[in-house]
């Protein structure tokens, strides 16, 4: 079990350049959970996966953010045309079970600085 | 949608004693879990105690505890015998379909 997996650990980029984060879960994990967040304060929800499916998606979610999980396996959420604004950590994380189980397992976090 | 509430911005406790952060909630529904997670400086989000919304015992894990109180949707940590590796962000979180965060305690442990 090698944990949560999520890369790149660093991304810069300049205003309005689109971005790519991956997720790799913990392999028996049938739910990934996607969370941004900023310095100081608590992971904001943004999306989760049961499997391949998309259950839930937050407003904060707007129309320049995708997340795909194919085959139910790894995830990608891609940011387009980013803005300074979206510069925060971006945190995945899964859990095994349905809707009433499981902790969730976090990865080390994809941080996004957009200059 | 629901909200978790930590009113402590930062809590400050000397090694050894202990030290409780405060938490509460909001929420219509009557099964869900509770968590308190754990996030040192630069490092990722560990788990520290669960709660399942349906015992009514309260959770222990070694030095941590919590206290529990579903009609009040109150759910406080209690560290005893603190140690300067429990100085970290903690985190409230409240779960059914997805995981809710409250906005964290930053707890300082002076020897």
């Known amino acids: 079990d090698t944990g949560v997996s999520q890369n790149p650990r660093h991304k810069i980029t300049k205003r309005g350049q689109n971005v790519t984060f991956r997720c790799d879960p913990i392999s028996e994990h049938n739910r990934l959970y996607w969370y941004r967040q900023t310095l100081g304060q608590g992971p904001e929800f943004l999306t989760y996966f049961q499997n391949e499916a998309q259950l839930e998606k937050s407003r904060l979610l707007s129309d320049r953010f995708s997340a795909e999980r194919p085959k139910g396996s790894f995830s990608t959420l891609e940011i387009q045309r980013t803005e300074q604004g979206d510069s925060a950590m971006y945190l995945c994380?899964?859990?095994?079970?349905?809707?009433?189980?499981?902790?969730?397992?976090f990865g080390e976090g994809s941080r996004l600085t957009v200059l | 949608a629901q909200t978790v509430t930590q009113s402590q911005p930062e809590m400050s406790v000397q090694e050894a004693e202990t030290v409780t952060l405060s938490c509460t909630y909001d929420t219509s529904e009557s099964d869900y879990y509770l968590f308190w997670y754990k996030q040192p400086p630069s490092r990722q989000m560990i788990l520290v105690i669960r709660q399942e919304a349906y015992k009514q015992q309260n959770a222990t894990e070694n030095r941590f505890s919590v206290n529990f109180q579903k009609a009040a949707k109150s759910f406080s940590l209690k560290i005893s015998d603190s140690q300067l590796g429990d100085a970290a962000m903690y985190f409230c979180?409240?779960?059914?379909?997805?995981?809710?965060f409250g906005a964290g305690t930053r707890l300082t442990v002076k020897p």
């Open positions: 979180a409240y779960k059914d379909n997805d995981m809710r």
């Open positions: 994380a899964s859990s095994f079970g349905g809707r009433l189980t499981g902790e969730l397992f």
